[in-house]
């Protein structure tokens, strides 16, 4: 089956692919070219800071949780060079750094759509509030400000806005997207097998009915409210709008230019931005003639890395960082393979200098083996040294599966876990076979079911049941391994599983999670449990050198293009490549669901 949906892909978007291999080949041709001059590092090309100098925050990069080593993201193609673009973990420790950095003045918060999921943006939400505590400004400005951009831009001091931009005010949505009459006409039928009960499993939603089902609706309505009821919260308490009053400007569409939201009290004043700039020299003390030094958050940590973790190289903290869809093998940079990350767990296992691990889930699942057999790595861990999860964006379906066994689960408000539930799914193409393309097949087997899993035939009932069998033990295992960690009966996860979905505030009054923090709560909280003040971090998997990551990096490079240039259509194309992931048993989120 898998065979066959990369023969029918791989020829629908060869030509495109084709293509773009030609692109693809020219940049390793660049790389290889300055390589040298690449090596030789951007710490030392970074510029000293001044007296007076700002940290200028422009999220224009897709935030990760661990820092981005891809050389074709990073390259300054201007001066030949590389600048560091910091994850959520290093921006943090940034924005941390610089708020006891004399040179520092301030942060310039330039920003428009934020690239990063609603945990992470609440993370960094929480590190520019703790940075204004030190005396220093949070200053805002935007041409066009986002939903989300709003959000963040709440925590500082002052909101400036172009005087024709434009802000958006509207309230969070997610759209489904069905496949169902499209494979209809293909002649291809979807065969979903779920265990019994797991009714909220939507992630097979798409390939067999053409809306949502009313368990669907039902969860996603929950969470995306329990996610707006924070943002607005937090909003509130920043701007001094009442909630209800935040609720009728987004019901009313009552924000529509940068005007209507300064007069509604969500800015604070429209300015041109050589008038902000200005602005911002007065409040650095400087004249308007000489020259602002703004400092990018990437060109900061090159030159304050060395800082950034001091402590006892004797006590250690590891943060094992697990980051993308979970997949059985070894993986790649932007998944999560069993191989590679119990391969990072016994790595901080076996390190005597490694007090506790907190391990940094932020994944949809994917894999129930592979999660099974991370979530044994865990165990094995948690028996020697304390484990403590801190979950992202997201930490559903396997990426709670690995995440149950912890001594303690921190989680963002904003964060999508739970999922627990499984699901199969094959594929009948008998008719895009026989009756669109005119391919007819013919079988020689020795077994009455020989030729099980094969996409050319309907399933006979005894299949179906034999898959509906292994679903079902897999649920009960996953319900099981909920039981042990999280010190439940397995009737009372079994009521709050069924593949629901739950923002991380709820998941903490269901009992799913202890704490809501974030990576920074999880590794203290891991420093106290073993009784240590003086540590360092060590991250983990540790960075590659340049030329491993330039190789390791082409594949996500090439979806990165695709992903620019297909825009909407690049939605419709993550569809079409679940079909061949979904081989064996799943644990995992919603293929494309996406929260605007």
């Known amino acids: 089956m898998n065979n066959f949906w990369k023969t029918f892909f791989g020829s629908a978007f060869g030509a495109m692919v084709g293509v773009m291999v030609s692109s693809v080949l020219a940049v390793v041709l660049v ?32 935030l990760s949780d661990q820092t981005n080593n891809n050389p074709f993201e990073n390259l300054n193609r201007g001066e030949f060079s590389t600048t560091s673009k910091p994850g959520l973990y290093d921006l943090v420790k940034v924005i941390n750094h610089a708020s006891s950095d004399d040179k520092i003045k301030g942060i310039y918060l330039e920003i428009s759509e934020v690239p990063a999921g609603m945990a992470n943006a609440q993370e960094l939400r929480k590190a520019l509030v703790a940075f204004r505590t030190s005396g220093k400004f949070v200053y805002t ?49 979807a065969e979903v097998f779920r265990p019994e009960g797991n009714k909220f499993k939507s992630a097979v939603e798409p390939f067999f009915l053409e809306k949502m089902s009313p368990e669907n609706r039902a969860q996603t309505f929950k969470f995306l409210n329990t996610m707006w009821a924070e943002m607005v919260g937090e909003m509130s308490d920043s701007r001094k709008i009442a909630v209800a009053d935040m609720n009728r400007i987004a019901d009313g569409l009552e924000i529509y230019n940068t005007m209507s939201a300064v007069k509604l009290g969500m800015a604070d004043s429209l300015l041109y931005k050589d008038q902000f700039i200005s602005l911002m020299k007065k409040k650095c003390g400087i004249e308007d003639k000489e020259k602002l030094r703004l400092v990018g958050p990437g060109e900061y940590f090159d030159l304050v890395k060395s800082k950034l973790n001091e402590g006892s190289k004797d006590n250690k903290i590891a943060v094992v960082f697990a980051e993308g869809e979970i997949v059985y093998g070894k993986g790649d940079n932007e998944t999560i393979g069993n191989e590679s990350l119990c391969k990072q767990l016994q790595k901080a296992r076996e390190d005597d200098k490694v007090k506790a691990v907190v391990l940094r889930v932020n994944s949809p699942g994917g894999s129930a083996l592979a999660s099974e057999i991370i979530w044994r790595e865990v165990e094995i861990t948690k028996a020697k040294k304390p484990v403590i999860v801190s979950m992202g964006n997201l930490a559903a379906s396997g990426g709670y599966y690995i995440s149950c066994g912890a001594n303690k689960i921190y989680a963002d408000p904003g964060t999508l876990t739970g999922s627990i539930g499984v699901f199969g799914m094959l594929y009948n193409a008998q008719g895009l076979l026989n009756d669109k393309l005119g391919i007819l097949t013919d079988t020689v087997k020795t077994n009455r079911y020989s030729d099980f899993f094969s996409f050319a035939r309907n399933m006979e009932d005894a299949e179906k049941t034999y898959l509906n069998r292994s679903v079902n033990d897999i649920y009960q295992l996953f319900l099981k391994r909920v039981s042990d960690g999280r010190k439940m009966s397995v009737a009372n996860v079994d009521s709050i599983a069924q ?98």
């Open 141 to 189: 400005y935007s041409d066009v400000l986002t939903q989300k951009g709003l959000y963040l831009a709440t925590a500082g001091d002052k909101i400036f806005l172009n005087p024709a931009g434009d802000v958006e005010f509207k309230g969070l949505s997610t759209t489904f997207i069905s496949f169902k009459r499209l494979l209809d006409k293909m002649g291809v039928q």
């Open 31 to 62: 790389f290889v070219m300055i390589g040298a001059m690449i090596g030789s590092g951007s710490e030392s090309k970074a510029k000293p800071l001044g007296s007076a100098s700002v940290l200028h925050l422009k999220l224009d990069y897709a």
């Open 499 to 596: 593949g629901r979905v739950w923002a991380g505030r709820d998941a903490l009054g269901l009992g799913l999670v202890d704490e809501l923090g974030t990576l920074q709560d999880a590794i203290a909280a891991a420093a106290k449990e073993v009784n240590v003040t003086d540590y360092s971090i060590m991250t983990l998997p540790e960075s590659g050198d340049f030329w491993q990551s330039l190789f390791e990096q082409k594949d996500n490079t090439v979806d990165a293009y695709m992903k620019k240039n297909l825009g909407e259509g690049y939605k419709i194309l993550e569809g079409f490549r679940s079909l061949e992931q979904t081989r064996g048993v799943q644990a995992r989120m919603p293929f494309n669901m996406e929260i605007q």
